[in-house]
C-alpha cells in the first residue's frame, strides 16, 4: 500500500501566531486518517495547505505523487473537498446543487442524483439548500465533494454543529467512504468521531503532532485505569474495595465505580458473585490520552 | 440526460439565484420600472385640462357652429348645458365651472372667473377668436391674414425621451454593481469562491458565466425599457441607437467593477450591497439620471464629468434619442471601459480570502 500523502515538516505562520510549527505524515491509500485536536490547533490549516489552497511557509506535500500548490489542475479532479462552512450556491436546490457541481467535473446529471440518495436525501431533492436542516446541509456538501469519485477525500470538521444523533447518523455515511479503497482526510474535534471512524488518529495541539497512531494503540499506550461501574444496591464500597485488584473505589448516582488496572481479573470475581446486571464497563478513551499528552483537559 | 458544460452549469447556477431572490429582480427591473412609469406617464403630458363651460338656455354661436369648427371648439371647453342662469354663475363663483356662458341678443356674455389666470386668458382669447372668425364667415368674404402655429420643440423633447436612457443607465449600474458585490461578498464568505478554487474549474469560465449572466440581465434590461417607452409612452428611438448596446455592455462591465470593489472591501454581503447602493444611487443623481443637470451650477457639472454614469447616460442619449451618430457612443466607451480597466485592478489588489 503505497502513500496518497506525504507531509513533511510543514509550517505556516500567520503573523506572530505559528499556526502550523513541523508537522510531518504520510496517508496511506484506502486509510481513513483523522486529525484530531481542538479548535484552533492548526488543523484546518494544515488540510487547506494539503489541499493546494495555502502556500506552506515551509516543508514538502506530495499528493497522489504530486505537488499541490500552485494550483494543479491535473490534481483537482483526483480529490474531493468538503469546507467547514456549507459552501452552496445561493437559492438553488438540492439536486441542482449537486448537478452543478458534477457539471463542474464532467460528470453527467444520473450520477448526481445517484449520490443524492445515497446520502439519503432522495426525498429532499427539491428542497432549496437555504431550507435544509444542519444534517442534510451536511449530507449534501458530503455528496458534492463525491459526485466525481475522487481518490482522495477531505471532510473538515463535517460534524460540527450537529446534534448528537444527527452526528451518529453521519458517522454510519462516513464509515463507509473509504470501502472502495478511497482515502479520507477527516478533521474533528470529537474524541470519539475520531476513536469510532479512523484507522489511524494524528493528535494536534499548538500546530504539532503530539501523537500519531491507530486510536486502539493510542489507547493501550495510556496507562489509564479501567472504569467498572456495578449499579447501586448491589456492591458496598467495602465488598467492592475487597475485590482483588481493584485500586480504588468511588460511589455516583449510577452506582459503585471500581477503578482497576486488571479488568479481567475483577470483572471474573464480578461475575461469580453475579453482580453483572446494569453493569458498565469503560477503558481509556482519546480523551484520556490527550489528558496525559497535555496535561490539560480536553476542550472542544 | 444530457451533461452540461461547466459554463452553462454555471451561469444557469447563477441565473436561477438572480431570478429567486425578490430583492434583486425587484431593484433590477421593477424598481426603475416604477420610475419610468412616474416620469414617463405623470409628467409627459404637459398640456392645459380643459376649461369647465356652462351653456346656459340656447346659445346659436355654438349649436349652429359647422362641425369642424365646433371639433376644434371641444378640444378647449367641456360644455354642460343648464337652464338656471344664477345657479351657472354661482358654481362659477365657486370655481366648480370656469366659465357661464349666455346669448343676450347678438351677444355672446362670458361670465368668468379669475381663479385659474392662464384658463380665464384662454377662455377669452378662444371666445374671441371663435367670435371673430365666425363674423368673417358671415360677411362672405376669405380672410386678409392667416396664422398658422408651429412649436419649435418636436416630439423628441418629451420628458420620456429624456428619462427612459437616464432610467436605464441608473438600473443597469444598480444590478450590475449589486450583484457583482452580492456575489464576490457570499461566495467567499460562504467558502464556495474556495470550494470552486478546488475544482478544475478555470477562473476565466468562473468569471466569464458571472459576466454573462450580468450582460444578459443588462440587456434584458434594456428591451423592458426600450420596449415599453415605445409601446405605452411614445419614445421614439433615433438613427444610431442600437449604439447603445455595446455601449450598455461596457457599461455593464464598469458598474460590475465597482461591485467587486465594494464585494472585495465589505465583511458582508449586506454591507457590500449598501456600499454599492451608498455609491450608485448618489451617482445617479449627479449624473443627471432624474433629471437634466442643465439648471445645475457649474461645479456639479465638472464633477458630473468624471462620474462613469454621467458617461454612459449621454453616450446613450446621443444614440439613443438625440439623434446622435453612433461615433458618439465611441469616447464614453473608451471612458467606460478604461474605469472597468482601473477599478477591476483595485479590487483584485483589496481582494482578501479572509474576511476577519
Given at each position: 500500500?503505497?502513500?496518497?500523502?506525504?507531509?513533511?515538516?510543514?509550517?505556516?505562520?500567520?503573523?506572530?501566531?505559528?499556526?502550523?510549527?513541523?508537522?510531518?505524515?504520510?496517508?496511506?491509500?484506502?486509510?481513513f486518517?483523522g486529525?484530531l485536536g481542538?479548535?484552533?490547533?492548526?488543523?484546518?490549516?494544515?488540510?487547506?495547505?494539503?489541499?493546494?489552497?495555502?502556500?506552506?511557509?515551509?516543508?514538502?506535500?506530495?499528493?497522489?505523487?504530486?505537488?499541490?500548490?500552485?494550483?494543479?489542475?491535473?490534481?483537482?479532479?483526483?480529490?474531493?473537498?468538503?469546507?467547514?462552512?456549507?459552501?452552496?450556491?445561493?437559492?438553488?436546490?438540492?439536486?441542482?446543487?449537486?448537478?452543478?457541481?458534477?457539471?463542474?467535473?464532467?460528470?453527467?446529471?444520473?450520477?448526481?442524483?445517484?449520490?443524492?440518495?445515497?446520502?439519503?436525501?432522495?426525498?429532499?431533492?427539491?428542497?432549496?439548500?437555504?431550507?435544509?436542516?444542519?444534517?442534510?446541509?451536511?449530507?449534501?456538501?458530503?455528496?458534492?465533494?463525491?459526485?466525481?469519485?475522487?481518490?482522495?477525500?477531505?471532510?473538515?470538521?463535517?460534524?460540527?454543529?450537529?446534534?448528537p444523533?444527527?452526528r451518529r447518523?453521519?458517522w454510519?455515511?462516513?464509515a463507509?467512504?473509504?470501502?472502495?479503497?478511497?482515502?479520507?482526510?477527516?478533521?474533528t474535534?470529537y474524541m470519539d468521531e475520531a476513536e469510532a471512524l479512523c484507522d489511524r488518529v494524528a493528535i494536534?495541539d499548538?500546530?504539532?503532532i503530539l501523537e500519531l497512531d491507530t486510536p486502539a494503540n493510542l489507547v493501550r499506550g495510556l496507562d489509564a485505569p479501567t472504569r467498572i461501574t456495578v449499579a447501586t444496591g448491589q456492591l458496598t464500597p467495602e465488598e467492592a474495595g475487597a475485590i482483588a485488584g481493584v485500586d480504588e473505589v468511588l460511589e455516583d448516582p449510577a452506582g459503585v465505580v471500581l477503578s482497576t488496572r486488571e479488568p479481567v481479573a475483577v470483572l471474573t470475581a464480578l461475575a461469580q458473585q453475579e453482580h453483572l446486571a446494569g453493569i458498565q464497563v469503560q477503558t481509556g478513551t482519546l480523551e484520556d490520552v490527550f489528558l496525559s499528552l497535555t496535561g490539560r483537559e480536553y476542550r472542544a | 440526460?444530457?451533461?452540461?458544460?461547466?459554463?452553462?452549469?454555471?451561469?444557469?447556477?447563477?441565473?436561477?439565484?438572480?431570478?429567486?431572490?425578490?430583492?434583486?429582480?425587484?431593484?433590477?427591473?421593477?424598481?426603475?420600472?416604477?420610475?419610468?412609469?412616474?416620469?414617463?406617464?405623470?409628467?409627459?403630458?404637459?398640456?392645459?385640462?380643459?376649461?369647465?363651460?356652462?351653456?346656459?338656455?340656447?346659445?346659436?354661436?355654438?349649436?349652429?357652429?359647422?362641425?369642424?369648427?365646433?371639433?376644434?371648439?371641444?378640444?378647449?371647453?367641456?360644455?354642460?348645458?343648464?337652464?338656471?342662469?344664477?345657479?351657472?354663475?354661482?358654481?362659477?363663483?365657486?370655481?366648480?365651472?370656469?366659465?357661464?356662458?349666455?346669448?343676450?341678443?347678438?351677444?355672446?356674455?362670458?361670465?368668468?372667473?379669475?381663479?385659474?389666470?392662464?384658463?380665464?386668458?384662454?377662455?377669452?382669447?378662444?371666445?374671441?377668436?371663435?367670435?371673430?372668425?365666425?363674423?368673417?364667415?358671415?360677411?362672405?368674404?376669405?380672410?386678409?391674414?392667416?396664422?398658422?402655429?408651429?412649436?419649435?420643440?418636436?416630439?423628441?423633447?418629451?420628458?420620456?425621451?429624456?428619462?427612459?436612457?437616464?432610467?436605464?443607465?441608473?438600473?443597469?449600474?444598480?444590478?450590475?454593481?449589486?450583484?457583482?458585490?452580492?456575489?464576490?461578498?457570499?461566495?467567499?464568505?460562504?467558502?464556495?469562491?474556495?470550494?470552486?478554487?478546488?475544482?478544475?474549474?478555470?477562473?476565466?469560465?468562473?468569471?466569464?458565466?458571472?459576466?454573462?449572466?450580468?450582460?444578459?440581465?443588462?440587456?434584458?434590461?434594456?428591451?423592458?425599457?426600450?420596449?415599453?417607452?415605445?409601446?405605452?409612452?411614445?419614445?421614439?428611438?433615433?438613427?444610431?441607437?442600437?449604439?447603445?448596446?455595446?455601449?450598455?455592455?461596457?457599461?455593464?462591465?464598469?458598474?460590475?467593477?465597482?461591485?467587486?470593489?465594494?464585494?472585495?472591501?465589505?465583511?458582508?454581503?449586506?454591507?457590500?450591497?449598501?456600499?454599492?447602493?451608498?455609491?450608485?444611487?448618489?451617482?445617479?443623481?449627479?449624473?443627471?439620471?432624474?433629471?437634466?443637470?442643465?439648471?445645475?451650477?457649474?461645479?456639479?457639472?465638472?464633477?458630473?464629468?468624471?462620474?462613469?454614469?454621467?458617461?454612459?447616460?449621454?453616450?446613450?442619449?446621443?444614440?439613443?434619442?438625440?439623434?446622435?451618430?453612433?461615433?458618439?457612443?465611441?469616447?464614453?466607451?473608451?471612458?467606460?471601459?478604461?474605469?472597468?480597466?482601473?477599478?477591476?485592478?483595485?479590487?483584485?489588489?483589496?481582494?482578501?480570502?479572509?474576511?476577519?
Open positions: 500500500m503505497g502513500a496518497a500523502i506525504e507531509v513533511t515538516d510543514l509550517a505556516k505562520a500567520y503573523g506572530e501566531l505559528q499556526a502550523v510549527d513541523g508537522v510531518t505524515f504520510d496517508v496511506g491509500e484506502g486509510e486518517f486529525i481542538p479548535n484552533g490547533a492548526g488543523k484546518t490549516t494544515i488540510l487547506e495547505m494539503v489541499e493546494g489552497l495555502r502556500r506552506p511557509d515551509a516543508g514538502t506535500i506530495t499528493l497522489l505523487g504530486e505537488s499541490p500548490w500552485p494550483r494543479n489542475p491535473g490534481l483537482l479532479p483526483r480529490i474531493g473537498v468538503q469546507l467547514q462552512s456549507t459552501a452552496f450556491f445561493e437559492r438553488l436546490t438540492a439536486r441542482e446543487q449537486i448537478r452543478t457541481m458534477a457539471s463542474l467535473y464532467a460528470v453527467g446529471p444520473d450520477v448526481a442524483d445517484g449520490w443524492l440518495e445515497r446520502v439519503g436525501l432522495g426525498d429532499k431533492a427539491d428542497t432549496r439548500v437555504g431550507d435544509l436542516s444542519g444534517g442534510q446541509a451536511q449530507r449534501l456538501s458530503i455528496a458534492c465533494a463525491l459526485v466525481h469519485d475522487p481518490e482522495v477525500v477531505f471532510l473538515d470538521e463535517p460534524t460540527a454543529a450537529l446534534d444523533q444527527a447518523n453521519l454510519e455515511l462516513l463507509g467512504l473509504n470501502d472502495s479503497g478511497r482515502t479520507v482526510v477527516l478533521t474535534h494536534i499548538h500546530g504539532r | 440526460m444530457r451533461r452540461r458544460s461547466a459554463f452553462t452549469a454555471l451561469s444557469l447556477a447563477i441565473v436561477r439565484g438572480f431570478l429567486r431572490d425578490r430583492a434583486s429582480v425587484f431593484f433590477a427591473i421593477v424598481f426603475p420600472l416604477m420610475f419610468l412609469v412616474l416620469f414617463g406617464g405623470l409628467f409627459a403630458d404637459q398640456s392645459q385640462s380643459k376649461v369647465d363651460m356652462l351653456q346656459v338656455g340656447g346659445v346659436s354661436f355654438i349649436d349652429e357652429m359647422p362641425a369642424g369648427e365646433k371639433a376644434a371648439f371641444a378640444e378647449t371647453f367641456d360644455i354642460t348645458r343648464t337652464d338656471d342662469l344664477d345657479a351657472a354663475i354661482a358654481e362659477v363663483k365657486k370655481g366648480d365651472a370656469d366659465v357661464a356662458v349666455e346669448m343676450q341678443g347678438d351677444t355672446l356674455v362670458a361670465h368668468y372667473t379669475q381663479t385659474d389666470q392662464v384658463k380665464a386668458a384662454v377662455t377669452q382669447g378662444v371666445l374671441q377668436a371663435f367670435v371673430d372668425s365666425t363674423n368673417v364667415a358671415l360677411s362672405g368674404r376669405p380672410p386678409t391674414y392667416r396664422l398658422e402655429a408651429e412649436r419649435v420643440e418636436d416630439d423628441s423633447l418629451k420628458t420620456i425621451q429624456y428619462v427612459t436612457p437616464g432610467l436605464l443607465g441608473w438600473a443597469v449600474a444598480m444590478s450590475a454593481s449589486f450583484g457583482a458585490a452580492a456575489t464576490l461578498n457570499g461566495w467567499r464568505n460562504s467558502k464556495l469562491l474556495r470550494r470552486l478554487q478546488l475544482s478544475p474549474v478555470s477562473t476565466n469560465t468562473l468569471v466569464g458565466a458571472r459576466v454573462s449572466v450580468t450582460v444578459g440581465v443588462a440587456l434584458t434590461q434594456m428591451a423592458i425599457f426600450l420596449g415599453l417607452g415605445v409601446a405605452a409612452f411614445g419614445l421614439r428611438l433615433t438613427g444610431a441607437w442600437p449604439a447603445a448596446v455595446p455601449l450598455l455592455v461596457v457599461g455593464t462591465l464598469c458598474f460590475m467593477s465597482i461591485g467587486m470593489l465594494a464585494g472585495a472591501v465589505a465583511k458582508t454581503t449586506e454591507g457590500a450591497v449598501n456600499m454599492a447602493n451608498f455609491i450608485v444611487l448618489p451617482m445617479a443623481f449627479l449624473s443627471g439620471s432624474f433629471f437634466p443637470l442643465d439648471a445645475a451650477p457649474a461645479w456639479l457639472q465638472a464633477v458630473a464629468h468624471v462620474l462613469p454614469l454621467w458617461w454612459l447616460n449621454q453616450g446613450m442619449l446621443d444614440v439613443m434619442v438625440r439623434g446622435e451618430p453612433a461615433s458618439a457612443a465611441l469616447l464614453p466607451i473608451l471612458v467606460l471601459a478604461a474605469f472597468a480597466a482601473v477599478v477591476t485592478a483595485t479590487s483584485a489588489k483589496l481582494f482578501r480570502w479572509e474576511t476577519t
